[in-house]
C-alpha cells in the first residue's frame, strides 16, 4: 500500500514537473519573441517593420547595435529611410566586398582583390549618403507644402502640436514619417525643442533649420506664427525653384566628376584585354603596385575636387 502511494506522488510530481517545465518554455519563448519585437520597434529607423517582412540575422543586429560602429549605422540608416536594419546592412556590405574581391582578383591580377574590397566599403558608405541626400531633397522640396499646412491650421486655432500631427497625416514621405516621430516623441512628452531639434539633426538643411527656428521661437515666445509661417512659405518656394536651377546647371560637372574614375578603372580592363596578363606582370614588382596606388588615390582626389569645386550652397 505504500509502495503504491509512493509511485502515485512519484508520478503526479514528474507530471506537475512536466507541466511546469513546458509552461516555463512557452513563456520563455513569448518573452523572447516579445522582445525581439520590442528591439525591431525601438530601433533608430522608428519605423515598424514592414508587414510580413521577417528580419534576417537578428543575432548579429543586436550585438551590433551594442557597438559604437552600430549606433553609427543606426542613425544613418534612419536618416536614409531605408527598411534594412544595421545588421542585414552589414552582411550585404560584406558580401559585396567578398564579391568584388573575387571579381578584381579573377579579372584583373591578384593585387587588385584587397584594392576592389576596400572599394566596396567606398560604394557602401557612399550609397548611404547618397540615399540620405536623396530623402533630404525630397524633404525640402516638401517644406513650402509643410509651412502652408501648419500656417492654415494655426490661424484655425489648432495648437502647434495638433497641427505637426495633423501635417504628419496629410504628407506623403519622407515628410509625412518624420513629422510622425515628431508627434510620436511630442505624444510621450518630449518638449517642442528637442522633438524639432532631432528632426533638424536627421535631415540637416539650411531650409529646415529656418523652419524648426521659426517655429520653436514661436513656440517659447509667441508671436504671430501664422504670418511667419505665410512668409516662409514664400521663401521657400523660391529657394525650392532657385537650388532646380542650380542642379540643372551643374548635372554635367556632376556626370563628368563621376566619368573620371569610371575611366580609369576602364583603362585598365582595356590594357589587360590588349595584352593578358599585363596587369600581373605590372603588379608584380612594388614599383608598379606603387604606381596603382598612386593612380589610384589621383582618381579619388579628382573625384573629390570636382564634387568640391561645383558645390554650389544655395
Not at 119 to 148: M, S
Not at 219 to 242: F, H, I, P
Not at 271 to 294: C, F, H, W, Y
Request: glycine letters at 10%.
Amino acid at each position: 500500500m505504500e509502495l503504491e502511494t509512493l509511485v502515485t506522488l512519484t508520478t503526479g510530481i514528474t507530471v506537475l514537473t512536466c507541466a511546469l517545465a513546458v509552461m516555463g518554455l512557452h513563456s520563455y519563448a513569448a518573452g523572447k519573441a516579445q522582445r525581439a519585437a520590442l528591439v525591431d520597434r525601438l530601433s533608430a529607423t522608428g519605423r515598424p517593420p514592414s508587414a510580413g517582412r521577417p528580419r534576417r540575422f537578428r543575432t548579429l543586429d543586436r550585438r551590433l547595435r551594442r557597438t559604437k560602429l552600430g549606433r553609427r549605422l543606426e542613425l544613418r540608416l534612419a536618416a536614409t529611410g531605408l527598411d534594412v536594419t544595421p545588421g542585414e546592412f552589414f552582411v550585404y556590405m560584406l558580401a559585396t566586398v567578398a564579391g568584388l574581391w573575387l571579381i578584381g582578383q579573377a579579372a584583373l591580377a591578384p593585387f587588385f582583390g584587397p584594392l576592389a574590397g576596400l572599394l566596396g566599403i567606398g560604394v557602401a558608405v557612399q550609397f548611404l549618403n547618397w540615399q540620405r541626400q536623396k530623402r533630404i531633397e525630397r524633404f525640402i522640396n516638401q517644406l513650402p507644402e509643410l509651412a502652408r499646412i501648419l500656417a492654415n491650421a494655426t490661424q484655425a486655432g489648432l495648437a502647434l502640436r495638433t497641427a505637426i500631427g495633423m501635417a504628419a497625416e496629410e504628407l506623403d514621405a519622407p515628410a509625412g514619417e518624420e513629422l510622425g516621430k515628431v508627434a510620436d516623441q511630442l505624444a510621450v512628452g518630449a518638449s517642442m525643442d528637442d522633438a524639432l531639434g532631432e528632426l533638424a539633426d536627421r535631415l540637416p538643411s539650411r531650409e529646415l533649420v529656418v523652419l524648426v527656428t521659426t517655429l520653436v521661437l514661436s513656440n517659447r515666445a509667441g508671436g504671430q506664427v501664422v504670418s511667419a509661417l505665410r512668409n516662409l512659405t514664400d521663401t521657400l518656394e523660391e529657394r525650392k525653384e532657385t537650388r532646380r536651377e542650380v542642379r540643372t546647371q551643374l548635372s554635367q560637372v556632376s556626370m563628368t566628376s563621376y566619368a573620371v574614375p569610371v575611366l580609369g578603372v576602364g583603362s585598365l580592363f582595356l590594357m589587360n584585354g590588349v595584352k593578358d596578363g599585363a596587369l600581373e606582370r605590372m603588379t608584380g614588382s612594388p614599383a608598379g603596385q606603387t604606381a596603382v596606388i598612386v593612380a589610384f588615390a589621383l582618381y579619388a582626389v579628382g573625384f573629390i575636387l570636382i564634387r568640391r569645386l561645383s558645390r554650389i550652397d544655395v
